[in-house]
Structures are given as structure tokens and as C-alpha cells.
């Protein structure tokens, strides 16, 4: 009897929730996905709460994915990432073709994390998941580079970043990131052609120009940096590209300007008359 006493007073406690959707009402489903969704930009808190809700009563993926997205919102990184996990594993077992997707967003939020490794290990699922596109496996392979720049691995991140150029060349963050290695492993060539095609894909991204400029003045193209660096100082002022940008202006000034010679010691001679 105090068994059912304690059941009938633990439910009676439970947040009420909306009844979920049929499981086979997908209609239903992306709805309360949708609210769920729209609830994390704009409460995290409620958002974790009604995910969790939701999950309880038989949400599933979705009511996962949602849960992810309200830990994103409040930077819960780490258990952003094992929601995500756990979505792609039930999205596996469901033969859902967003295992891969899972599998991404489990990897990108391990690398805000700082978990690079855990990164690395999410990524490689992504790209072995059935059924990830092209797209999908370029966006992987950039920020598999990402998580092996964080562990030392320049040689892997760029096998990984030459794989994702081929596979989404429009991306402007891949060339970004390649340029950016480039400058790193001292290859200026490598890094302005890179670099140009990122401006050319996002020629109002101030992390974008800020590289430009700084692979313009490490090429001798003073003029071309400091073009660029007012550029950047005109697109985000408070930005840090748009402070990194001013300093560096600062110093443009002070290389291309010479110092002011000083005057010639008077000399010891006497003046002639």
C-alpha cells in the first residue's frame, strides 16, 4: 500500500507536459520540435526542462535533438555533445538517416569543449554514418582539422582541410582555415591564394579580411595590409578581428613611416665671416 502511496504522489509532483505526439505522428512530432526549438533561443532553462519532459514521455530523437540545442544554448558543451551522441545512436538503431548530423553536432561541441580527441572520435562516426552526403563529410573533415590543429597534428589537419576544399569549395571557413595553416606552417604562397578565395566567397567576414591583411603585410604588400586592416576596423570596430586590426594598423604606420633623422651635431669648426 505505501508502494502505491508513493507512486500516486511522485506523479502527482511530475511537471505537467502536453501529451506527446503518436509516435508515428511525424506531423506531430517536427511541431513540437519546432516549439522546442524556438523555446532555447529563447528561455535554455525551460528549454532543457521541457526537452527533458518531452523525452520522458517517449520524444525520442527529436526530444534529444532539442535537448542538445538547449544545452548549446546555455554553453553546456560537454553534455551537448553526449545528448548528441546518444541521438545519432538512436538514430542508428532507427536506420535515420541524420545518424551522421548527430554525429557532427556531437563533434563540434566537443571541440568547444576542448575535448579535441572525443572531437576526433564523433567525426570519424560522422563520416562512416550511411547515408552522409558530400556536404555533410566536407563540413566534417574541416572541423576534424580544427580538433587536429588543437592536438599538434598540422600534417593531419591538412590532409583533412585539402579533402574538404574538394568536397565543399564554396565554403569560405574551409579556405579560411586553410590559409590560416598555412600562414602557420610558413607556406605565404599557399596562404594567399587560400585566402583570396575566401574573400572572394565572403568579402565582409572580418576574420577573413583580418587574415588577408596580415598574409598581404607577411608577403611585403604593406599598402594591401593596411587597406585591409581599415577595412576590418570599418566592418566590426568592436569586434576582436576589429581591435586585432587597429593594433595592427598601428604598427603598418610605424614600418612604413621612418623616424623623424636627427639633426647633424653642430660642428667644431670656426664659421667663416
Known amino acids: 500500500m505505501n508502494l502505491i502511496l508513493l507512486a500516486i504522489a511522485v506523479q502527482a509532483a511530475a511537471p505537467e507536459l502536453p501529451p506527446a505526439p503518436p509516435a508515428a505522428d511525424a506531423a506531430g512530432r517536427e511541431a513540437r520540435f519546432r516549439e522546442c526549438a524556438q523555446l532555447a533561443r529563447t528561455d535554455a532553462d525551460r528549454a532543457v526542462d521541457f526537452a527533458n519532459g518531452w523525452r520522458l514521455q517517449g520524444g525520442g530523437i527529436e526530444a534529444r535533438q532539442c535537448l542538445g540545442l538547449a544545452y548549446v544554448a546555455q554553453e553546456r ?3 551537448a555533445a553526449t545528448v548528441y551522441e546518444q541521438a545519432a545512436q538512436d538514430a542508428i538503431a532507427a536506420r535515420d538517416a541524420r545518424a551522421g548530423d548527430f554525429w557532427a553536432q556531437a563533434g563540434n561541441a566537443w571541440l568547444a569543449a576542448g575535448e579535441p580527441t572525443r572531437a576526433i572520435q ?14 555533410l563529410k566536407g563540413e566534417v573533415h574541416i572541423d576534424r582539422a580544427r580538433a587536429l590543429v588543437a592536438l599538434g597534428n598540422a600534417a593531419g589537419a591538412r590532409d583533412d582541410l585539402d579533402q574538404a576544399l574538394r568536397l ?3 565554403d569560405p571557413f574551409g579556405w579560411y582555415l586553410s590559409a590560416a595553416l598555412a600562414r602557420r606552417s610558413g607556406d605565404l604562397a599557399r596562404a594567399g591564394t587560400d585566402i583570396a578565395r575566401a574573400m572572394e566567397l565572403a568579402p565582409d567576414d572580418p576574420n577573413v579580411v583580418l587574415l ?7 608577403n611585403g604588400n604593406m599598402a594591401e595590409a593596411e587597406r585591409l586592416y581599415r577595412r576590418v ?4 570596430p568592436e569586434s576582436e578581428a576589429g581591435r586585432a586590426a587597429a593594433a595592427s594598423l598601428a604598427t603598418v604606420r610605424e614600418i612604413e613611416v621612418p623616424p623623424t633623422p636627427a639633426p647633424p651635431p653642430p660642428s667644431s669648426a670656426p664659421q667663416s665671416r
Do not use: F
Open 122 to 135: 564523433a567525426l570519424d562516426s560522422a563520416l562512416a554514418a550511411p547515408g552522409s552526403s558530400d556536404e
Open 212 to 218: 588577408a591583411g596580415t598574409v598581404a603585410g607577411l
Open 233 to 236: 576596423v570599418e566592418l566590426a
Open 77 to 79: 558543451w560537454a553534455p
Open 168 to 170: 565543399v569549395p564554396a
